[in-house]
């Protein structure tokens, strides 16, 4: 409670509100990110499940929807700094199983896909330009690591002046600390929380 005391102290937590145009951001929910042998584990599967139903709203209400994927070049001319510290990610191909889409979850036509060799979903990619051309005001975020690349793109969203709503249930990292500490976090400094259940209800009214 004292921790909380402080940012209260500071003026951190507000609300930062839901736009009139939302779009859905799915980051990273991959194979490799679903199976515990490779890349995932945690709440990751239960945070798929969860998004299929944010993603059914989303698409009975026209919502946009982008997905991202983490895809390397096949002979490793783009690999950084990430693949040193991370060097599985190097695995992450174009045509590898382990970088496609979960089927759960299979990108339709007018979905766009985009693909990225660092953290956030907007660094080097045009996913805010498109985002403008939507005219999309409110970016909900759905995806894995709440640590990684979910956080990044959270922190990207936010500083290109989306509103930005992280969906707690459909966020997932493959250790439970790090998905709760920054959830709290980003509520803190970056974005506003709130379950599928609340945004569901949200775009049906």
Known sequence: MADLDVYEKQGFGNKSGFGDNPALLI????????????????NISDAIKATQNILGACRKQNVPVA???????????????????AP?????????????????????????????TQPSAFFGTDLAGWLISHKVDTVMVAGCTTSGCVRASVIDSMSNNFHTIVITD??????????????FDMEQKYADLASSAEIIDILES
Do not use: M, W
């Not at 980051?27 to 945690?42: I, L, R």
């Not at 997905?67 to 510290?85: E, H, L, P, Q």
């Not at 966020?171 to 709760?180: K, L, S, T, W």
């Open 88 to 116: 599985g990610l190097k695995k992450l191909t174009e045509k590898a199983d382990i970088s496609q889409v979960v089927k759960e979850l299979s990108p339709i036509k007018g979905e766009y896909v985009l693909r990225k």
């Open 170 to 183: 459909c966020v997932g990292d493959r250790a439970i600390g790090p998905h709760e500490a920054n959830l």
């Open 67 to 85: 997905f991202s994927r983490v895809v390397y070049a096949d002979d490793g001319a783009d690999n950084g700094i990430f693949c040193i510290k």
């Open 27 to 42: 980051v990273d929910f991959v194979n490799g990110f679903a199976n515990p042998e490779e890349f995932g584990g945690g």
